[in-house]
């Protein structure tokens, strides 16, 4: 329970936007082992999605649990000058940097291989974790009726954006938050990169493909190779020429990045 409330569970945020809840715990002296362990893994309780990016960002940014706040700036529109300005308001530190780094290399383990691979993009790195939480009615737990969700964040060894994805009883589609809401948060998180100008990585873990998986592969360097020869070393991509020459001066995709297995290659020739 200290660790619970260290993270910010239980108690209101206190950001800027009315409404906020306190969620809901089981208090301390009710707890026996039925309630310690579902406590665990979050059934028999609540929180509320901004306690959760609250707790997830402290888990990742190397420990310590900031006060969120909804707007950075405000500014008078003729004159430009600032009316409102949040920074970031440290509460505690709640773990380790080296714990938080193990918490990295596991959550983007989750990506690269397991429930979130959904949420994988290719040549950077992101981590994650996938939920599927059974709705209540009347006290019970109901069947088939789930809020699936998918909590992502980039880049993985130096965080700069967090997304949080839930999904209220999808319809159509197997209820998993892998499955459901992982290539929303992709999604968002690829539009990001050009927004936060996200620097490409080759250094975190590769991809597990499975059989129904567009693959992705390395692209070989074939500039300053001759257009025989980069046919060779490109056989099975689609290639499509510019200029004239005999040799390829420039290639795009760059050399050493992700594409799509049997993708298209341009090549500009020259002498």
């Known amino acids: 329970m200290e660790y619970i409330t260290n993270f910010g569970f239980g108690s209101k945020t206190g950001i800027d936007l009315n409404g906020e809840s306190n969620g809901i715990l089981f208090k301390t002296s009710a707890m026996g082992p039925v309630e310690l362990a579902t406590t665990s893994f979050g059934q028999g309780i609540s929180v509320t999605p901004i306690q959760q990016v609250t707790a997830v960002s402290a888990a990742i940014n190397g420990g310590t649990l900031y006060k969120p706040y909804l707007v950075k700036q405000m500014l008078e529109p003729e004159t430009n000058s600032v009316i409102l300005q949040n920074n ?3 509460k505690r530190d709640v773990l380790s940097s080296s714990s938080s780094e193990l918490v990295r290399y596991a959550l983007e383990s989750v990506v690269a291989n397991g429930s979130g691979r959904n949420a994988y993009i290719e040549n950077y790195r992101v981590g994650g974790k996938t939920g599927t939480a059974q709705k209540v009615l009347d006290g019970h737990y109901l069947s088939g009726n789930y809020i699936v969700s998918f909590m992502g964040f980039m880049p993985a060894n130096n965080p700069q954006i967090v997304v949080y994805v839930a999904i209220d009883h999808p319809l159509g589609i ?11 948060a992709k999604n968002v998180l690829k539009s990001a990169i050009n927004i936060l100008n996200i620097k490409e990585s080759k250094d975190g873990p590769a991809k597990e493909y499975n059989w129904l998986d567009q693959k992705y592969v390395l692209l070989p360097d074939v500039e300053g190779k001759s257009v025989e020869e980069a046919k060779k070393i490109l056989k099975g991509f689609h290639l499509e020429y510019s200029g004239e020459g005999s040799k390829v001066i420039y290639q795009s995709p760059l050399k050493n990045t992700y594409v799509k297995e ?3 290659v341009k090549l500009m020739l020259g002498v």
Not at 176 to 183: C, F
């Open 262 to 264: 049997g993708g298209t």
């Open 88 to 90: 970031p308001v440290k």
């Open 174 to 184: 197997v209820q998993y938050g892998g499955t459901v809401a992982a290539p929303i």
